[in-house]
């Protein structure tokens, strides 16, 4: 399997030429080319310790490697634990047999050239290009279709809870429009129209954030150059990039972008970046020759996107657009559905739990509405869905919709966008963290870390970070010194990138540069002591006799780099700098340079440079040599022509060297991330670094950044050699994991045989993940796949960082996916459900604490919420049950849900965290958004206080307008009796004497305070009747031939309901009641208001007293005092739900909170007492009284409760440190 190299800070000064939605599966894919054709050797060699977890199999295989013994191809299949994420590495799998059968790397140039119809030397001529452009198409990856605007926005007008807000608002138009003129009927028409609208301004809000953040997103994408530079019939021709054909000769030189795959013909030290593909920035040299069996491998192979970043060379194109290997994977990167976030599914439960209790209640009442109170269907029907709407919290839908476009804001501004609104929720639920190191932990910016020099290690400040006043254990001025100074700069090719004009009071830490990673760093490093153009104009280099400069460029192979520059001294001409490897260039020298003079190198000199080598290395430290050789004059006279075509022309041995000193280099962690590391920990996150580098450097990074805070497995073996691995694998909390060990244990399971178990598969993977401190290091981007799955089949969420195209993969696997915003790559961008636009893993923190807070404010919206919700019920429950006038009217229900209670609820996305939100450990999968506990304490506590406290103001505003409570139960209980005719004494004492029949007729039993009782029989009552002067208008609206009396019929308002008599119709042999004045000197006693105009009764016409005591009227004076005390209810349960389980006094001020109370109050007051708009609520203007006296006791009552309940979570004994006190186990929610 090939070494996976990690990102480095090299700085890519071009713009990377990438398209987001093809190239994020490439990785996958060149991991399984690499697993199914076991070519490279060099990532089957780990440490001693790895070896002891390698299987007997797995060794036999390495030896016949070694041993140049063939080896089948095998693919091992990885198993995925269950998730929705698209499983790219399976996907990649299938597509590595096509990659397997690519052989243009392997043919002969000439060969290639006659299969492509084309010329080595003179290339395609112009027809052949015109030709071949309509049969190939035009050179441009085809981009994923994308889901038009108006299928989005519909998308979010049909999310689960959405679907039941237009099922119950569908259903109230269909009860309208069966009976529009029935009573009531308006009300449902009113309440669809306004369910509609909340799903569509919801919906609106949602599909608003989501475009912000995906036009955002397209400002991250770049695309290829416009033009290039091809040979067509032998003449050089600049082209559009998108008319390249299969057969092109293209020219590339530093800084192009590579147009097309093309196969590398002629090279001139051509390297290439293929971050763009791989995340190795490292620049990779281009060669003619096929290195490697895997085309994905091999350096004769350039590929589309990438950038050549030094030299320059001719390559012939052998594939275009979609037929490179970005465009041939587009579908690994992807495919696949989005799953669900976990704040999606808690909506969708619950949607259940609410649909199951609102249909449930509604069809058991229109099931006893229909069967106990025989009513008719419409009615029925209505109270039904009059139920399931006062099941529906209709506010929450934009309540969770505005509460996570205020967290995306407020994230916005701590630079973190979010580009799916319910990933904060998420990353709050993350209980793991698989973050990659280069450019996301650390600060992708190497630095001169230590300095050795005359026998002695020194900590290396830099001057510009440090500051005039620091202690620097180097000085300048030291020969020794001064000489690594030199041959550092002038051995390195970094240049800073700006004009001499701006070089005034510039800050050269933050200056771009144009060089690799190391060069970068040793230039930064010194330039504050000495300005290098300074240095080097000191030292010029010699000409070779082509006239270019005397240098020599780095190479893996010689692992040093060297130049010849003019120096003259009493006995030289030149001198020879070289850098490099230390233990390479040590070999070279045969002095050490000590305090400016020569010290013949010994064995204790020698024991020491390999001890300091070794403890830089141990410190994940990169370092680098530094030696000279003066060249004696006497053979190198003035113009000697140097040859340094390579090492074997030149013209001196490389032996005689003095070693100047080393240098140190290491990319240090981000300022912010121990502090964010820490406070993971103590959130109870794990932090997994999964990083290309070696386990030395990643293991030293982990150390100083606190993932590892504890002895590795190594530690332990390293202080104890005896200790087998088992037994430090089993007492050492930290471990650090070798790439190579994951391949090893899949060639175990697939020594195996395929049929394991799903518990026996990626088991090793998943006991290493399962330790408290986890490092994975030298991990391919296919291996990282596996590990975030292996955390995921273990119950994390699990959360990846990262910020190059090979961790992109891994980001798509994750729960949610973190990109880095600056250093980014497009392709990770694209994946990723988040972007940290400064790059600093610290705003994770940010992030992980809005996610719990948005989670626990939401349970506190809900418990709100649906506090009142349990008032909208039971007055339903009332009339279906006991026919009790409807306590609260539709409109108040309306009114209550997306008038007064939608501000508050709202503010609790403004409510600061809680003290201990960031102490907690991450909630559990079992833990959810709404759970028996929350459904028991906001319907059978602070619910059952709001609706005590609406009935009482109910029933006493009855009572003061003249109907105590037994009294409204006798008349709504209306229990028909039959009772045999016999003769009637009416209330004037005059006998009447009835038609003569033997016909029954139904007599309501009305227990009525107000009638005279006659007795007729010890079993029977009968109401005193009247037989008026004529019949009445309204004689068959309303009787007791099993119809209840109707309390909002508009017209029965002016009736007086003391006066019940019955009139006689002799077509039929019926009677009938009327309503007609009767005047009991004593009933008026019973009514507060018998003396007060009802302005609304006045100019009725009727011959009554216009009041509403006595009349059906008094209804909407108690429906408005219930209304007005579920408010003042109201008020106190949204400064309860302020904290789960500190005191009010603890809890910072929520000033939204504060103007959401006003708000409510302003909108009742309103509703209530400004003529006009209380008529079209059908309010009326209760008494001062009426107005809070009923709701405030109960209001305090729940108030002090809440923070009794409080108290004791806090300060109750508990069995043990670990486990809650009784209240917090059973009342916590």
Known sequence: MAQYRPLNDGQQNFTQATNPQIIAGFQALRISVDLGMQQSESARRSSMKAQALVSTQSQMLNQMKEQKIMVKDVIVPVDAPTNTKPDILKKAQNKGEEYRNMDEHKMDVIALANRLGTSKEDGLSDDQAVQKNLQFGDNKLSEKAKTPWWIKLIKEMVQPFSILLWIASFACFALYGVNPNALGAKSNLWLAIILIAIILLTGSITYNQSAKADALMEGFKNFLPQNCIVIRGGQRKQVPA???????????????????????????????????????????????????????????????????????????????????????IADLATGGETPETPLNIELKRFVILISCIAVGLGVLFLILSLVVEKASVDTAVGQAIGIIVANVPEGLLGCITVSLAITAKRLADKQVLVKNLEAVETLGSTSCICSDKTGTLTQNKMSVENVWYDGLKRRALNKLIAGKNAEYEYETSDPTFRDLHDCAIITSEAKFNIQAKDKQNINWLDTPTIGDASETALIKFFQPIEDIELTRQRRQFAELPDKSLAKMPFNSTNKFSLCIVNWETHDSYYCVYIKGAPEKLWTFCSYLLVEGRNQPIDEQITQKFKQVNLAFGRGGERVLGFAKLHLPRAEYHKGYQFNLNSVDTLKFKLEGFTFLGLLSLMDPPKVTVPQAIKKCQSAGIKVIMVTGDQPPTAGAIAKQIGIITGKTVDDLLDENPSMSYEDAFRQAPAIVIHGDLIVQALEEEAAQGENLPEHLKDRKLRSWCSKPQVVFARTSPAQKLMIVRACQYLG?????????????????????????????????????????????????????????????????????????????????????????????????????????????????????????????????????????????????????????????????????????????????????????????????????????????????????????????????????????????????????????????????????????????????????PVFEEWNNQFSDQLCRYFDRSDSLLEGSGYPINTNACFKTAALKYAQTSYFVAVVLVQWSNVFSCKQRKMSLIYSPINAVMFYGVILETIIFLCIVYIPGVNTWFGARPVDILNLGMPGLPYSMCLFCWEEMRKYFIRNFQKPSKLEPNFFEANSLW
């Open 242 to 328: 998108e008319k390249i054909v299969p057969g092109d000769i293209v020219e590339v030189k530093m800084g192009d972008k590579i147009p097309a795959d093309i196969r590398i013909i002629q090279s001139r030290e051509m390297k290439v970046d293929n971050s763009a593909l791989t995340g190795e920035c490292d620049p990779l040299l281009r060669v003619t020759e096929c290195t490697s069996e895997n085309p994905l491998e091999t350096k004769n192979l350039a590929f589309f996107g990438t950038l050549c970043k030094e030299g320059s060379g001719l390559g012939m194109v052998i594939q275009i657009g979609d037929k490179t290997v970005m465009g041939q």
């Open 796 to 1072: 994390h969420v699990v959360g990846v960082t990262g910020d190059g195209v090979n961790d992109s993969p891994a980001i798509k696997q994750g729960d949610i996916g973190i990109s880095m915003g600056i250093s980014g790559s497009d392709v990770t961008k694209d994946a990723a459900d988040m972007i940290l636009l400064n790059d600093d893993f610290a705003s994770i923190v940010d992030g992980v604490e809005e996610g719990r807070k948005i989670f626990d404010n939401l349970k506190k919206t809900i418990v709100y919420l649906l506090t009142s919700n349990i008032t909208e019920v039971f007055p339903y429950v009332g009339e279906i049950a006991i026919g009790l006038p409807l306590p609260l009217s539709n409109a108040f229900i309306l009114t209550i849900c997306i008038g007064t209670d939608i501000l508050p609820a709202i503010s609790f996305a403004y409510e600061e965290a809680e003290i201990d939100i960031m102490t907690r450990k991450p909630r559990k999968k079992d833990d959810h958004l709404v759970s028996l506990r929350l459904i028991t304490h906001a319907y059978l506590l602070q619910g059952v206080i709001a609706t005590s406290a609406g009935f009482f103001s109910y029933f006493s505003t009855m009572n003061e307008y003249g109907f105590p409570p037994k009294l409204i139960l006798s008349f709504m209980n209306t229990p028909y009796q039959q009772i045999p005719w016999a003769p009637i004494t009416l209330a004037n004492g005059q006998p009447y004497a009835p038609p003569p029949t033997s016909w029954v007729w139904d007599m309501p039993n009305m227990n009525n305070p107000f009638l005279t009782q006659q007795p007729y029989s010890p079993n029977w009552q009968m109401a005193p009747v009247l037989v008026p002067p004529s019949e009445s208008q309204i004689a068959n609206t309303v009787g007791f031939q099993n119809i209840p009396l109707n309390w909002i019929n508009p017209e029965l308002i002016y009736y007086d309901l003391r006066y019940i008599f019955v009139t006689y119709n002799s077509t039929d042999n019926r009677w009938f």
